[in-house]
């Protein structure tokens, strides 16, 4: 059984919080939030090269779905204080193989009555055999929580698993947009890694499933964007992650 995240070692267990970042709807003139990702974070001020040791280590430390739960919990407990916000959470391929894990999530979005308003990203950062992952992300569907796959063209990202009717969608990474910048940039033309988004982009639309841009942060990333047929979109463009409500005495509210 995956430890719940207050019972890890403590000299592995810095203090979590959840930040925000908006996911917008760029189709119209004015963007619109359409949903909202619950990022995890730790240190003071936020580091993220200290999050990605800890989230690394935990992973490989089997104690990852121990965090997961965390997450899943606060973000639950975020809907159930908004009910017109949707959120979605990030999961390890690890914590989605984890029957614990399931439960908890399924469970505490069903007693706050938030299930249809949670999305779950499952995060490329370590593998997980698909049919260990199979039988968690069908129990997601079963109880209305969407998954997506996330950075799909990175690392150990489930992209041959979009087409499965209990898959959402998909994000693109921030790292995948330097790419199609800098290609646009050195051949002053759409290229190879273009193709490849937007034969993926188009996919996805031919079988009715979501495609989020990570990584916006540039007039010229959002025309990258809008090129490739994308019309969700999330990065420092738009706004920043902020504490989460009651992340340090904060006040909230949504835009």
Not at 89 to 113: F, R
Not at 208 to 230: C, H, N, P, R, S
Request: hydrophobic share 40%; glycine share 8%; charged share 20%.
């Amino acid at each position: 059984m995956a430890p719940a995240a207050e019972n890890l070692e403590p000299s592995s267990k810095p203090v979590l919080q959840l930040a925000l970042q908006p996911l917008m709807d760029v189709k119209g003139t004015v963007p619109k939030v359409f949903a909202y990702e619950a990022l995890l974070r730790i240190g003071t001020p936020w580091s993220g090269r200290e999050l990605e040791t800890y989230i690394s280590a935990r992973e490989s430390d089997g104690s990852i779905a121990g965090v997961d739960m965390w997450v899943a919990t606060e973000a639950c407990r975020l809907l159930s204080l908004f009910p017109d916000m949707k959120i979605s959470i990030n999961a390890s391929q690890i914590s989605i193989s984890t029957p614990e894990y399931i439960d908890h999530l399924v469970g505490t979005a069903s007693a706050q009555k938030c299930a249809a308003r949670l999305l779950v990203e499952v995060t490329e950062t370590a593998h997980s055999p698909d049919g260990a992952i199979a039988p968690g992300l069908k129990l997601l569907d079963d109880a209305c929580i969407g998954v997506m796959i996330d950075d799909v063209f990175d690392s150990f990202a489930k992209r041959h698993l979009i087409a499965l009717p209990f898959i959402t969608g998909c994000k693109i990474s921030r790292r995948t947009m330097v790419r199609l910048m800098a290609e646009e940039e050195m051949t002053g033309m759409y290229g190879h890694i273009f193709g490849e988004v937007k034969s993926l982009v188009d996919r996805c639309k031919g079988i009715g499933k979501a495609v989020v841009m990570e990584g916006i942060e540039t007039d010229g990333e959002l025309d990258m964007a809008k090129k490739l047929g994308i019309r969700l979109c999330q990065g420092y463009y738009f706004s920043h992650p902020k504490p989460g409500p009651g992340c340090n005495g904060s006040e909230w509210s949504l835009p």
